[in-house]
């Protein structure tokens, strides 16, 4: 069960760094005229991805948490043991990151409400690079966590 609910988990990690991450290119570099893959990909409507990015964000929190117990116990074990305290510390980082992006939340839904405000357009962005930040940091020590541990635990 362990293991579906953290597949799970990163499924929607990775669902959240797309819809993020394109937010964050439509926002931060806005598409020119062209056809290209590069202005495709930042030609999008960032507005419209406000109420998916919350909603993942959200999911991908708590299943982070129902899977924290198995990793504390487990995981955070190992790795002290091993002496291993860049990878733990990284992961003690991620945990203030994820609860910092969770508390921005209902200011990033409203700087983000339709009709956009221009007065809003730099904490827009401030926050949407914050978000994408937080969520890229989360995802790759995850990652490599998850990594580390297949390599090396038994």
């Not at 069960?1 to 926002?27: D, N, S, W």
């Not at 507005?47 to 909603?55: E, L, T």
């Amino acid at each position: 069960m362990f293991t579906v609910l953290l597949i799970v988990h990163g499924l929607c990690a990775v669902a959240l760094l797309g819809a993020v991450t394109h937010q964050a290119f439509a926002i931060w570099w806005p598409a020119r005229k062209g056809a290209g893959l590069v202005s495709s990909f930042r030609a999008v409507q960032a507005a419209k991805f406000r109420n998916g990015i919350i909603a993942l964000f959200v999911i991908t929190f708590i299943l982070g948490a129902v899977v924290y117990p198995a990793y504390r116990l487990t995981v955070r074990t190992y790795f002290e043991t091993a002496r291993l305290w860049n990878a733990n510390g990284s992961f003690e980082l991620k945990e203030q990151f994820a609860v910092l992006g969770l508390g921005m939340l209902p200011f990033y839904w409203l700087v983000w409400r339709q009709p956009l405000d221009e007065a809003l357009a730099g904490a827009r962005r401030a926050t949407t690079a914050i978000l994408c930040f937080v969520v890229w940091f989360g995802f790759l020590v995850g990652h490599v966590l998850n990594n580390i541990r297949g390599l090396f635990g038994q």
